[in-house]
């Protein structure tokens, strides 16, 4: 079942309210990823794209300790780095770029993260959004980052229209201070994990009261069991709406 988008933005009043109970709901949000340093996050959310935190965060130990820093993945061969990490997904496409990360790290930063965002984003494989997780997470920058999770549930609740991630990263932005636009990533992402799934969210669970999608969700429902309860409806039995045929008038008897 596809659940549509609200077709118009909320108004400002409601959504800082829909932030505000988001706030309130997951006072202590941060990353799910598990890390020791700034070149461990780095590594572990390039790793983290169409794939799960869990799953990461099973996979890192074994690539953290054979590679526990930006010089040893740097030297490191691309077949080894795929049967590490190939429960990941994409794990040759992630070999790659984690590698040439590293070795972009070790050429042009002493082996250290760097904090400004053109740099991140320098590094193969780090496009805006791992940038944003980096700079909010590890340096605690006024950043935000537009994953799936925050995508759909900034459009569910209203909060933007944008159909690309910078569109919705400038449109949610503008409802929260600064200070805390790497707490809201976080608050968005909780939610839409615990919540407001794909491709069903929990509406009567929700804490959410406000939000335009609550009777979206309800009308698709709806549908679908109507559609369900149609299908369902026993048609007449094959035997009765079948004619019986004519005896033969040449058949041969005995």
Known sequence: MTIPFPKRKVTRAVAEAELSVLERTYPHAETALEYGNPFELLIAVILSAQCTDARVNLTTPFLFARYPDAAALAAAKQEDVEGIIKSCGFFRMKSKNIIAAAQGLVKNHGGEVPSERAALEALPGVG??????????????????????????????????????????????????????????????????????????????????MCPSRPIVARAFAAKLKTASGRARPSAPAAATRRRPKSSSTARTR
Do not use: Y
């Open 128 to 209: 805006r959004k791992t940038a944003n997780v980096v700079m909010s997470v590890v340096f605690e920058a006024a950043a935000f980052a537009v994953d799936t999770h925050v995508f759909r549930v900034s459009h569910r609740l209203g909060l933007t229209l944008g159909t690309t991630p910078r569109a919705v990263e400038t449109d949610v932005t503008k409802l929260v201070p600064p200070e805390k636009w790497r707490h809201a990533h976080h608050w968005l992402i909780l939610h839409g994990r615990a919540i407001c799934k794909a491709p069903t969210p929990l509406c009567p669970q929700c804490p959410v009261s």
